[in-house]
């Protein structure tokens, strides 16, 4: 897997607007690229972004209520850094799917941890 560097790392919660306000108005972290229909921003935090997911009924079985959830790492290509991972036996989450703008895939590691690999066309 060709990493490129981290991508962001994900924030669950069920206070999204006082989340944002907080990170963005009292902390003054750019937020740099919202999807409102599925209430997450990405918030740049220096080295690395956060990206900020509210927690609602939909989203409340799939996740822990709060913290948190996966940390993403940013590959050239996620069809074949997902390749050499299946090659390597490590547990899958989901296989690679476009989402929004970028390109994602999610996968274990041995404590259950999420990982997530990103590719990111605003990153090449």
């Given at each position: 897997?060709?990493?490129?560097?981290?991508?962001?790392?994900?924030?669950?919660?069920?206070?999204?607007?006082?989340?944002?306000?907080?990170?963005?108005?009292?902390?003054?972290?750019?937020?740099?690229?919202?999807?409102?229909?599925?209430?997450?921003?990405?918030?740049?935090?220096?080295?690395?972004?956060?990206?900020?997911?509210?927690?609602?009924?939909?989203?409340?079985?799939?996740?822990?209520?709060?913290g948190w959830d996966h940390l993403a790492l940013h590959v050239e290509s996620?069809?074949?850094?997902?390749?050499?991972?299946?090659?390597?036996g490590v547990k899958i989450r989901s296989e690679p799917r476009d989402f929004q703008n970028v390109r994602t895939a999610f996968f274990?590691?041995?404590?259950?941890?999420?990982?997530?690999?990103?590719?990111?066309?605003?990153?090449?």
């Amino acid at each position: 897997m060709k990493l490129a560097g981290t991508h962001h790392v994900a924030l669950r919660t069920p206070n999204f607007a006082e989340m944002e306000r907080f990170y963005a108005q009292t902390l003054g972290f750019p937020i740099t690229r919202r999807w409102d229909d599925v209430n997450i921003v990405f918030i740049d935090v220096g080295s690395t972004t956060i990206e900020l997911i509210g927690r609602d009924d939909v989203t409340a079985g799939v996740a822990p209520t709060g913290g948190w959830d996966h940390l993403a790492l940013h590959v050239e290509s996620v069809d074949e850094a997902f390749q050499e991972l299946i090659a390597k036996g490590v547990k899958i989450r989901s296989e690679p799917r476009d989402f929004q703008n970028v390109r994602t895939a999610f996968f274990f590691d041995p404590d259950g941890n999420v990982l997530e690999l990103v590719e990111d066309p605003r990153q090449a």
